[in-house]
């Protein structure tokens, strides 16, 4: 018993380490999916006079958004390896439902998304054969 108590100290240590590490980069994909989606933007802004191309920011973002999402759920699984009681085990899967609902939708929104990008640039291009086709 002697030799398991500073294991287990060690362990939570070492799990507490690795959980604030994932939520770190959960915050910093958040982070670095905002100012890619700005730099975009203004990007886009620079170059045409249009509208932002609303599906295109939202892929770019929705893409980190759900990168974020996984990090948070191994963080939250990393946490319940330690101690785990009903209670803990409970809010997992809630959290885990939560997070996998989000995100399984987050990634079909951002299918249709990006289908529906394909879809204007192939009509696009279309339109400007037609164009300058005699």
């Given at each position: 018993m002697e030799l398991i108590e500073p294991l287990e100290q060690h362990l939570h240590f070492f799990i507490n380490v690795l959980k604030l590490l994932l939520e770190t980069i959960a915050a910093i994909c958040v982070l670095i999916?905002?100012?890619r989606t700005l730099q975009l933007s203004v990007a886009i802004r620079q170059r045409h006079s249009v509208p932002l191309p609303y599906l295109k920011l939202r892929l770019r973002f929705g893409a980190w958004l759900a990168l974020a999402?996984?990090?948070q759920l191994a963080s939250d699984i990393l946490n319940t390896t330690v101690a785990p009681t009903f209670e803990t085990l409970a809010k997992l899967g809630a959290i885990a439902l939560i997070r996998t609902f989000l995100n399984y939708?987050?990634?079909k929104e951002l299918k249709?998304?990006?289908e529906l990008e394909e879809k204007a640039k192939k009509h696009s291009y279309a339109n400007s054969l037609l164009?300058?086709?005699p």
């Open positions: 999916g905002l100012i999402l996984e990090f939708f987050l990634g249709e998304t990006y164009r300058h086709h």
